[in-house]
């Protein structure tokens, strides 16, 4: 299956940049409707923030991009179901993954910006 061997390749790209890590490496993506462009935003740990962040090589963020428009293209190949927004969750030490997606209207219509969609990736406030 082909969104197995993407799934994989977003892993071992992400494993290959981050390295060994006790803890998961979340990647946020939306890839915008019939078009090549994908926005990212990764972290390692529960949260995003700013010390969680993680700056991808531009090398890294390539592949990271062209996997999601290949992945996306798949899926509407396939119909396998609409979305724009992942997130891709690696576990420590890379040994498992999972994936949830999402079709948020708002963010397709420019309603809701990226960064108070993943607003949610944030520490809750005590």
Request: aromatic share 12%; hydrophobic share 35%; glycine share 4%.
């Amino acid at each position: 299956m082909k969104d197995q061997e993407i799934y994989a390749a977003i892993g071992q790209t992400l494993y290959d940049e981050v390295g060994y890590i006790d803890d998961c490496i979340s990647l946020s993506a939306c890839a915008v409707a019939d078009q090549n462009s994908v926005d990212t935003s990764v972290w390692k740990g529960e949260y995003l923030d700013a010390f969680s962040s993680v700056r991808l090589s531009n090398k890294a963020s390539l592949e990271i991009h062209m996997l999601v428009v290949q992945l996306k293209k798949y899926f509407e190949m396939e119909s396998m179901g609409i979305w724009n927004l992942i997130l891709y969750k690696l576990a420590p030490h890379g040994n498992s993954f999972s994936v949830d997606f999402e079709f948020s209207e708002d963010v397709e219509k420019g309603n809701m910006t990226l960064y108070r969609y993943r607003q949610r990736y944030r520490r809750p406030k005590s």
